[in-house]
């Protein structure tokens, strides 16, 4: 089969989440002998002055009358992020790939959810399972699958020379929490605010513990993309309460802790740090701590032939 990734120009389209998503389903997709294509929407949220040329109807043109010779489109996020493409999409089978949290219900979640309603034509694939507890209200089940980001092909051992370390955002959220729950613990933690890509990937690598903090209150969906990294890194990692923790697959690698004890935790973590990796990593390898998500990556192989 022949695949057309649809993608744009903002950040939303660069972030890591997508790139472990479509990374992976890409190379997953290859070895089974399908062939993927991209083409960037260039359009009026482009940053003309250095893109110089729109060619988003050029490319509407070409899906109407099936120029690519596609079987499958792949696209992300919100409908809302392809204005003008709502007709055409009907002629194709379509992956719409999710990195949207549902606790904090948007616009654009809606939107695309009277989408999905209202037709049959796509697989929904999504980055935590939590997210269901919402879309199963308006998905069948058999169009939607979960592919956490698979990073077994990580390295597996790590020389840690940070002892405790969070991702702290200025947000009046973040405030709140360190005020009311750690606020003597807080000193002893190196922020990872401002590091992307390649300098996250090393900041983490250095981390003995992390604590996982929301990003705002009615953020509740825990971000596989970011605990997926620390486990891969070997972390431990202590993350306020998600909505329902069960559904998350690297689960039996997070100490999921109530806002007030998890100073007290992480504490008493520092203090026996030996003894809680070894209970919850040991000798264990990237590829076997991740295989059950990539075997999810073969499902979707799966589904597209259905």
């Keep these: 089969m022949k695949f057309l990734t649809l993608t744009k120009t903002y950040p939303d389209f660069t972030n890591r989440l997508i790139k472990y998503f479509y ?3 890409r190379i997953i997709l290859e070895k089974q002998g399908h062939q993927i294509i991209e083409k960037k929407i260039i359009d009026e949220t482009s940053n003309l002055k ?3 040329r729109m060619n988003k109807e050029n490319i509407i ?5 099936n120029d690519f010779g596609i079987d499958y489109l792949i696209i992300f996020q919100y409908i809302n992020n392809y204005k003008g493409f709502e007709e055409v999409f ?3 089978k379509i992956i719409l790939i999710n990195t949207e949290q549902t606790t904090n219900i948007t616009r654009r979640i809606k939107n695309t959810v009277e989408y999905l309603k209202e037709h049959n034509n796509y697989i ?3 980055y935590n399972r939590e997210n269901y507890l919402y879309y199963s209200k308006f998905i069948d089940e058999s169009r939607y699958l979960v592919l956490e980001p698979y990073l077994g092909n990580f390295k597996d051992e790590y020389n840690k020379t940070i002892d405790l370390a969070i991702y702290r955002r200025k947000c009046k959220y973040n405030d709140f929490l360190v005020e009311n729950h750690l606020k003597n613990i807080i000193s002893k933690c190196e922020n990872m605010a401002g590091k992307f890509n390649k300098k996250r990937i ?3 690598a250095k981390c003995k513990i992390f604590i996982n903090i929301h990003a705002n209150k009615n953020y509740k969906i825990c971000e596989t993309h970011r605990v997926n990294e620390l486990v891969a890194s070997k972390c431990l990692i202590v993350s306020q309460r998600c909505l329902n923790e069960e559904l998350v697959e690297l689960k039996d690698f997070i100490f ?3 806002d007030d004890k998890i100073e007290e935790f992480t504490e008493n973590l520092l203090k026996n740090y030996d003894e809680y990796y070894e209970k919850i990593y040991g000798n264990k390898k990237n590829q076997d701590i991740f295989r059950k998500i990539r075997d999810k990556y073969e499902i979707l ?3 597209i032939k259905e």
């Design 23 to 25: 990374q992976n389903m």
């Design 50 to 52: 250095y893109w110089k």
């Design 61 to 65: 043109k070409k899906l109407e009358s």
């Design 90 to 92: 009907k002629k194709y």
């Design 124 to 126: 929904f694939v999504d």
């Design 202 to 204: 090393e900041f983490i």
């Design 256 to 258: 999921f802790v109530d």
């Design 301 to 303: 192989c799966e589904k």
